[in-house]
């Protein structure tokens, strides 16, 4: 039995988080790109008036001017928030985690000299790191050279996209698939590419909400099609392992931009074609 979290106010909700740091008040905190401040919220025109679409600008034109005030930082200028790695700041980054894997190990009772644990909070540090490599990207970095003029004006699918992400509360897994839809509007998006630009939202810690919606502003931004959908349904392992709530249930969310949000048989076009099988 899945959870349904419907997206349906996916323009209206909080601000996209621009806040996270790594070390976020450590005085030997390690080189950090830093997001852009919050006076940039500039954003394509395609994509403001696709976030205004539900209200359909043409039809309700005084809308348009409400809801530019509630428009999202463009996704495409979003800077990375952590270096893109030179060893030493790799080395760095790994011999501070690592410092931190050693004091969990003593706080949770373990002997972190023991042989079996000898070398975990280095592997630890190390795996972390790679968990969280979407620090270090931008999508800009990932579609620049994958936008290609082309005609068609059928929709496209990508399904079942693997997913593998940290959940932001726990920092334990989540993990399961997406699928992406978009109509083009002259552009189309190199189909590896979406694949990339899951990878990137996901290998941070994310919340599956902001996941899906960054998903499809990313691609509204990149290519500006006449609409944009994306499922996403996972499994959360703070949930099951912890067993405080239902285990196995899959949590799904959504997001439909443009005609997917408007047209409800072009949304169902959609669900059918990018349906995801259990897994
Ligand atoms: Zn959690």
């Known amino acids: 039995m899945a959870l349904e979290q419907s997206d349906d106010d996916i323009f209206l909700d909080s601000p996209t988080s621009k806040q996270h740091r790594f070390f976020p008040s450590s005085p030997k905190a390690l080189p950090m790109k830093r997001n852009q401040d919050s006076s940039c919220d500039t954003v394509s025109p395609l994509t403001r008036q696709m976030k205004s679409s539900?209200?359909?600008?043409?039809?309700?034109?005084?809308?348009?001017?409400?809801?530019?005030?509630?428009?999202?930082?463009?996704?495409?200028?979003?800077?990375?928030?952590?270096?893109?790695?030179?060893?030493?700041?790799?080395?760095?980054?790994?011999?501070?985690?690592?410092?931190?894997?050693?004091?969990?190990?003593?706080?949770?009772?373990?002997?972190?000299?023991?042989?079996?644990?000898?070398?975990?909070?280095?592997?630890a540090a190390e795996a972390l790191v790679f968990f969280t490599k979407g620090y270090e990207q931008t999508i800009r970095d990932v579609v620049s050279d994958a936008i290609f003029d082309e005609d068609c004006e059928n929709m496209v699918v990508v399904k079942e996209i693997d997913i593998y992400s940290l959940c932001e509360h726990h920092m334990v897994p989540f993990f399961g698939k997406v699928s992406v839809g978009y109509l083009p509007n002259k552009r189309v998006l190199g189909l590896s590419k979406i694949a990339r630009i899951v990878e990137v939202f996901s290998r941070r810690l994310q919340v599956q909400e902001r996941l899906t919606r960054q998903i499809a502003e990313a691609i509204a931004e990149a290519i500006e099609p006449r609409g944009v959908a994306v499922i996403v349904e996972c499994l959360h392992m703070c949930m099951i392992m912890r067993g405080a709530q239902k285990v196995n249930s899959r949590t799904t969310t959504s997001a439909m931009l443009g005609v997917f949000r408007e047209d409800p048989k072009t949304r169902e076009e959609f669900l059918t074609l990018g349906r995801i099988n259990p897994f």
């Open 54 to 123: 539900s209200f359909s600008t043409q039809e309700y034109g005084d809308h348009e001017r409400h809801t530019s005030l509630r428009r999202r930082p463009s996704v495409l200028d979003e800077k990375a928030l952590r270096e893109a790695d030179t060893k030493l700041v790799r080395d760095q980054r790994i011999q501070a985690i690592t410092r931190s894997y050693q004091v969990v190990l003593e706080s949770i009772g373990e002997d972190p000299t023991r042989q079996g644990l000898l070398k975990t909070p280095k592997r």
